[in-house]
């Protein structure tokens, strides 16, 4: 009955649009990723897209998708466009660009164009990179409206923020830009950029991928509810587009609700 009951509850989380998948540890959640991604890139060119735009995030995100990517068979990243949900206002070679982690661990073992890895320009002031940034979306998506990211890759702090959206934040409530400036993060380093949420709810897929015990609590807020604020993580709903939870054991132990728990090898 039990077993029943939690393919009645994934599937109405399916209805919804929004899975909650958890898998026995970490190291079984990233090659499950890496498939998702393959999967929705090759669907994406298949039915005849110019690319694949894929919006990457930092933290433990960086050595997952380093370690796991480049081992997917015959992988093409010729057509993909990689953006950056949020970065830190510091140069390339320091240990806090995000994209700079990337570029050493990650893009320089695909064969992803460089002109198709969109970065910000850390020597500007914060203002002007967040809007030199936006235009770098645009001339790559060509269109002054919402880009439409295929896939976003999010993570989730344990205060519940993701990107650099953090609670109680104005940003929360930025409607008309893409890209925002953040001058005062609680997170230091205090100057970045950020995706805002009306780019992250246009996106055709979100993952959010959220591994650990620190993460337990604060995962049930998001996904159940509660008597606690709004999380920015809970903003995150695509009004158009999938959205997974990818969760390990560990993050998923307050969960009440009935979540998914594929075997070793499956594709979602």
Known sequence: MRAAFTVRKAEQGMMSGRRVVAFDSAAELGPALVRLIASRAEKTLSSGAGSFSLGLSGGSLVSMLSKELPTVPNLDCSQWLMGFCDERLVPFDDPESTYGLYRKQLISKINIPDDRVLAIEPSLPVQECAEDYATKLNKAF????TPVFDMLLLGMGPDGHTCSLFPDHPLLQEKQKTVAPISDSPKPPPQRVTLTLPVLNAARCVVFVST?????????QILEGGDGPVLPAALVAPTQGELFWLVDEPAATSLTLAVERPGPGAQL
Not at 142 to 145: A, D, I, K, P, V
Not at 212 to 220: M, N, P, R, Y
Request: charged residues 25%; proline residues 0%; aromatic residues 0%.
């Open 142 to 145: 060509g269109t002054q409206e």
């Open 212 to 220: 650990g015990g620190s993460k337990a609590s604060v995962l049930k």
